[in-house]
């Protein structure tokens, strides 16, 4: 089957930039909670009003979205997922943990590389129901977020 890809003729994708190694547009390596020869996660440039710092898990190959990432990957993901689920509990004493992972532009997918959100939920947070309720948070704040998610994985 074909895939259309949904990146702009002259993307240069910023995540691949930070699974090398480098900086992203508004994510530095200060930012990263975990890389492996597989995947990396990080936390999110962008948070929701009720769930701050939730992170993002890569893979480190570029796969446009979920029907072109090789089944391989899928381990690697969720056990990265997993990690970072546990971190949240013991940083944040949170309620609960949510993923989710958007593919295409009618999927709401808005960065052209493979990725999963991790959250974490507090009873009563709203989190579906603010989706537009979000704002960049400064290199501080996610590095900082940061910091702590790696103290709990250690």
């Not at 003729?9 to 930012?31: L, M, S």
């Not at 507090?122 to 704002?135: E, I, M, N, P």
Request: charge should be negative; proline fraction near 5%; aromatic fraction near 8%.
């Amino acid at each position: 089957m074909i895939r259309i890809s949904h990146a702009p003729h002259d993307h240069v994708c910023t995540f691949c930039a930070i699974a090398a190694g480098g900086d992203g547009i508004r994510t530095t390596q200060a930012h990263v909670v975990f890389h492996d020869a597989d995947v990396t996660a990080f936390v999110a440039s962008h948070w929701w009003l009720n769930n701050p710092g939730h992170v993002l898990v890569i893979p480190n190959e570029h796969w446009e979205n979920i029907y072109d990432i090789p089944a391989r990957l899928g381990s690697p993901i969720l056990a990265a997922s997993q990690r970072i689920a546990n971190a949240f509990k013991e940083v944040d004493g949170c309620d609960g943990v949510s993923t989710r992972q958007h593919n295409e532009p009618a999927g709401n997918q808005d960065i052209w590389h493979f990725h999963q959100h991790v959250f974490p939920r507090f009873v009563g947070d709203d989190l579906y129901t603010r989706h537009l309720d979000k704002a960049p948070a400064s290199a501080a704040e996610c590095a900082s977020r940061a910091a702590q998610l790696r103290d709990a994985l250690a």
